[in-house]
């Protein structure tokens, strides 16, 4: 009788344990998602096209890279060659007149199977543009009082797509392209259509990934 009950003893001790080690505490704060922090900076030049005319843009953006997935940083680009203003719309009638054109803002980047040598990373710039006039001739003795009116600053998104090549650890190398959308610009001679389109890019990545 003795070792029988002591048996059931034990059956019932083991059971007990089991239930016990396969229910988790309940709490208030839960564990942190995230896994896995880094970061990284993007080099990049968009080829693209403003009123019909050919544009340059160098540009930068980075930040925080969680989970080999997401980027949540900032971004900027502008354009540096000559984009002529139309003698129509020159707010400096009888200048060689130049738009100017930038934007920045917040930068998202949602990276595809990072740790592959090449995957796909899909981005969206969120923030504001802006357009302004000045004289490329003069532009060593640039005065922003004698060449400006007020930039005009307009809401802007660009979500784009790039193919990403693992160069090393640190370094990635990704091309890709984006479409430009404008909205509210009243710059002269520059409409919201005249702003908004396709732009190609070359980008280079240097970080923590």
């Known amino acids: 009788m003795k070792n029988r009950f002591t048996k059931l ?41 403003i009123n019909g005319e050919f544009a340059n843009m160098p540009g930068i953006y980075g930040g925080w890279f969680i989970n080999r997935k997401l980027m949540l940083g900032v971004g900027a680009a ?6 002529p203003v139309p003698s129509s719309f020159s707010n400096f009638p009888g200048d060689k007149m130049t738009y100017q054109y930038g934007q920045f803002g917040l ?29 490329r001739r003069d532009f060593d003795d640039w005065d922003f009082d004698d060449y400006e009116e007020d930039p005009n600053f307009f809401f802007l998104m660009e979500p784009g797509v790039q193919v990403e090549f693992n160069l090393l650890k640190w370094m990635r190398f990704s091309p890709g392209v984006s479409y430009r959308r404008a909205f509210g610009s009243n710059s002269n001679g ?16 240097f970080g923590f990934f």
Not at 9 to 22: I, K, Q, R
Not at 78 to 83: C, E
Not at 190 to 205: A, G, Q
């Open 107 to 135: 930068m998202t980047e949602y990276v595809v199977a990072s740790t592959r040598k090449v995957h796909l990373a899909v981005n969206l710039l969120t923030g504001s543009g802006f357009t302004m006039q000045y004289d």
């Open 9 to 49: 003893t034990l059956t019932w001790l083991v059971l007990f344990s089991g239930v016990v080690h396969a229910q988790e505490n309940e709490t208030i704060f839960r564990k942190s998602p995230i896994q896995r922090s880094g970061g990284y900076v993007a080099l990049s030049n968009k080829f693209t096209s």
């Open 78 to 83: 502008a354009t540096t060659n000559y984009i």
């Open 190 to 205: 520059l409409s919201d259509s005249d702003l908004s389109n396709m732009s190609y890019n070359l980008t280079v990545k």
